[in-house]
T-cell receptor, first 111, second 115 residues
Framework: EDKVVQSPLSLVVHEGDTVTLNCSYE??????LLWYKQEKKAPTFLFML????IEKKSGRLSSILDKKELFSILNITATQTGDSAVYLC???????????FGKGTKLSVKP | GAVVSQHPSWVICKSGTSVKIECRSL??????MFWYRQFPKQSLMLMAT?????????EQGVEKDKFLINHASLTLSTLTVTSAHPEDSSFYIC???????????FGPGTRLTVT
């Protein structure tokens, strides 16, 4: 059965800390891995990763994929209270390329 | 770019009535749209996948007669919850995907409360 596992499930840090969120997967017909940020409403797209070892970066956020070890990490440096959210990892796979979501990591950044 | 809207953003209805939720891709044509539901503190669960002009594909355990999906155009998909019950209360989110792409763009979601 296809699955995506995120860790930790929740994390509390202080402003300025650096955090690393983990996502491992076992998915047939892997196509891509995506990271989303979900605050109070629907998820917003952060990154899509298809190739191993190529870091994607957007401001203080960065992510990398390891297709050999079947995992990805999302790094957030110099965290701010506005980074508080649930971060979802999803993998596009299966016969239709649908997204399989992990349970998410709830990040709380304290001032 | 890649903006998806949903309407309504929240709705309260009585048990036994039907509710229609619309999902629109505003600035792109979405060949495929997806409907998810999310219970509090849980991840998104895919309900069904719809391709424009064809019948929706429902995930196991989702009743197709209860959750009617219509994808009449490349920019609009609708989800109708028929004969709603309190256990159907949830957050319903749609997403849209361009042809040949993997990433999905999500609408803002619809909070349904059935009393």
């Amino acid at each position: 059965e296809d699955k995506v596992v995120q860790s930790p499930l929740s994390l509390v840090v202080h402003e300025g800390d650096t955090v690393t969120l983990n996502c491992s997967y076992e998915v047939t017909n892997f196509r891509s891995l995506l990271w989303y940020k979900q605050e109070k409403k629907a998820p917003t797209f952060l990154f899509m990763l298809t190739s191993s070892g190529i870091e994607k970066k957007s401001g203080r956020l960065s992510s990398i994929l390891d297709k050999k070890e079947l995992f990805s990490i999302l790094n957030i440096t110099a965290t701010q209270t506005g980074d508080s959210a649930v971060y979802l990892c999803a993998v596009s796979g299966g016969s239709q390329g649908n997204l399989i979501f992990g349970k998410g990591t709830k990040l709380s950044v304290k001032p | 770019g890649a903006v998806v809207s949903q309407h309504p953003s929240w709705v309260i209805c009585k048990s036994g009535t039907s509710v229609k939720i619309e999902c629109r891709s505003l600035d792109f044509q979405a060949t495929t749209m997806f409907w998810y539901r999310q219970f509090p503190k849980q991840s998104l669960m895919l309900m069904a996948t719809s391709n424009e002009g064809s019948k929706a594909t429902y995930e196991q355990g989702v009743e197709k007669d209860k959750f009617l999906i219509n994808h009449a155009s490349l920019t609009l998909s609708t989800l109708t919850v028929t004969s709603a019950h309190p256990e159907d209360s949830s957050f319903y989110i749609c997403s849209a995907r361009l042809a040949g792409r993997y990433e999905q763009y999500f609408g803002p979601g619809t909070r349904l409360t059935v009393t």
